[in-house]
Every structure is written in C-alpha cells, then in structure tokens.
C-alpha cells in the first residue's frame, strides 16, 4: 500500500519516537540487568524473566506493530466513500442504513480528522511505551516502582482517546455537503 502524503507527513513523529526507542535500547542493552521486569502490576514488579532480546524490546516491537496497523487504518479511512458522497442508489435495500453507518466518515474533511486523530493516538502510546521502557531499561533491578509511573503512563493514552472521541464528535455535528 502506497501511503498518500497526508499520512506519510504525520508519521514522523512516530519515527522520530521509534528511533529514540531503539536508540536507547540499543545503549541501555547492556547494562540491564540479567533479569528483567516482565510484568508490572498496581503493587509493582510481580514478574521477571531472564534478560534477551525479545523479553527488553517488547515495548519497541509492540509500538512497530501499532504504528503498522494504525497507519494503515488511517490510510484507509483517507480512501472510504464518506456518506456524503455516496449516490442514493448506492446500496441494495436503499442508501439510508449505508448514510447512517457510524463506520465511515460522513466528508473527506472529517475523514482527514480521523486519520490524523488515529495516528496522534498512536504517537501518544509512543510516549506511554517510551515512560514504560525507563521501568523496564533500568540498570538496577527493583520491585518498587514509583507511584506516578501508572498515570503518566496511561496520560498520552487518555489524551490520544480523547482525540479520537473529538474527531467523532465533528464528525456527527459536522453538516453533510449537499
């Protein structure tokens, strides 16, 4: 899939969270040490594995994946019929279920909002994985982990979700074109 230029603009910051990530993996490597967190719960660290690869960069590998389907999620909705423009007789059984659809954008410009709302979504789970990582990639292996970590992780997250319920909203208020 080709990815049009309006997509292929606001992936860089995705990029530029990407090649952060994978830097600092690569440097704090290591000197992580020969356990590593596997699992952090409300009371803190209640799982570990034996330090590799896979078991450091989870985060890293995990935020490709994402970037990979949102984007293409994203693209996606750049290249739906939105309702507004689809002919009356478009569907079998008449256009009003199609028109009244919560699956597709009702105009390209609100169509435009929801590829950018979904991959400012995916940016801000960058910045939750990135706030994770410093857990996970330190150099002293500790139970305790600080209190504010949970929240300033799942922040970016709230705020990203926000958005995309933001460009929902728009999307219902915006008036269809004629």
Known sequence: MVLSSRVRLWLVPHAALLTGLVVWGIVRYPHLPSRVPEHIGSEGVDAWTNRSVGSAFWPVFLYIGVTVVLTACAEL?????????????????????????????????????????????????????????????????????????????MAPIVAGTALMVAAAVYDRRAPAAP
């Open 77 to 153: 909705t750049l290249r739906v019929t939105p309702t507004a423009e689809l002919p009356d007789d478009a569907a079998p059984f008449g256009n009003a279920l199609v028109r009244a659809s919560l699956n597709r954008p009702r105009t390209r410009t609100s169509a435009l909002w929801f590829a950018r709302a979904l991959l400012a979504l995916n940016a801000c789970m960058g910045i939750s994985f990135l706030i994770f990582c410093a857990v996970m990639w330190h150099s002293v292996p500790e139970r305790e982990i600080p209190g504010w970590l949970f929240p300033a992780g």
